[in-house]
């Protein structure tokens, strides 16, 4: 949160919020609910912990669920990719994270590395604004006048050890006059600033946008391969 409000990319609240649109790519899942996802995604905003912690925990719990995207790759994507499912130790998700009632399936995207049929251990986050239709008319006016106008940032990326996990990015607890941020793992990453939609591509490890998932798709679940059994 600190780190996007440094930045001047805080999306603000009432009526002029910006739309914030956020793109979790990694190497192994968390549980994740509507309130985390939530909590996450205010976070991302830039907006504090004081005033989410300030709504009604019931409120906060019966949300739906933000633009917070998972990209994390399909079992057609890990079989296909250079090694095959040999390839796939160190990509994790279970089954019962899959199946549990409410899990997010329908904000799940594929992992396809730039870098060609290869599996990835990277962890990234690609947040960017959803231009609104003002603003695109806003650029057609601008478009004849002489004058150059600096284009504020479309939003952010990070970059570094943390998994898209509660446990690595932690959850809130407490009150708005006292909140607590629970951390289980310790983890490092850069955050910065994307200038416009083509830098945003351009730092991206995975393919952009991702493809999100098919009727048919189902996440790598390494415990199920013949490769990786104890």
Request: with cysteine; proline share 6%.
């Amino acid at each position: 949160m600190q780190a996007v409000r440094t930045m001047g990319l805080r999306t603000g609240k009432g009526k002029g919020t910006k739309d914030l649109s956020v793109d979790c790519q990694g190497s192994s899942l968390g549980i994740y609910t509507t309130q985390w996802l939530n909590e996450f995604h205010w976070s991302a905003r830039g907006e504090s912990a004081e005033d989410w912690l300030d709504e009604p925990k019931k409120k906060r719990e019966k949300l739906p669920y933000p633009s917070v995207n998972v990209v994390f790759p399909t079992k057609a994507t890990v079989q296909q990719s250079t090694l095959g499912e040999q390839g796939g130790g160190t990509i994790f998700c279970r089954r019962k994270q899959w199946a549990a009632k409410n899990f997010p399936r329908n904000h799940f995207y594929d992992s396809n590395s730039k870098g060609g049929p290869v599996l990835m251990h990277s962890k990234m986050i690609i947040a960017t604004y959803k231009e609104s239709s003002k603003e695109k008319q806003l650029q057609a006016d601008d478009s004849d006048n002489d004058i150059e106008v600096i284009e504020p940032a479309v939003g952010w990326a990070y970059v570094g050890s943390h998994n898209f996990t509660p446990s690595a990015w932690g959850t809130l607890s407490g009150s708005g006059f006292n909140p607590i941020l629970n951390i289980s793992n310790y983890e490092l990453g850069i955050v910065f600033p994307l200038k416009d939609k083509e830098h945003a591509d351009l730092v991206s490890c995975f393919k952009r946008p991702p493809r999100k998932y098919a009727a048919q798709d189902e996440p790598w679940i390494q415990e199920e391969s013949p490769y990786h059994q104890e």
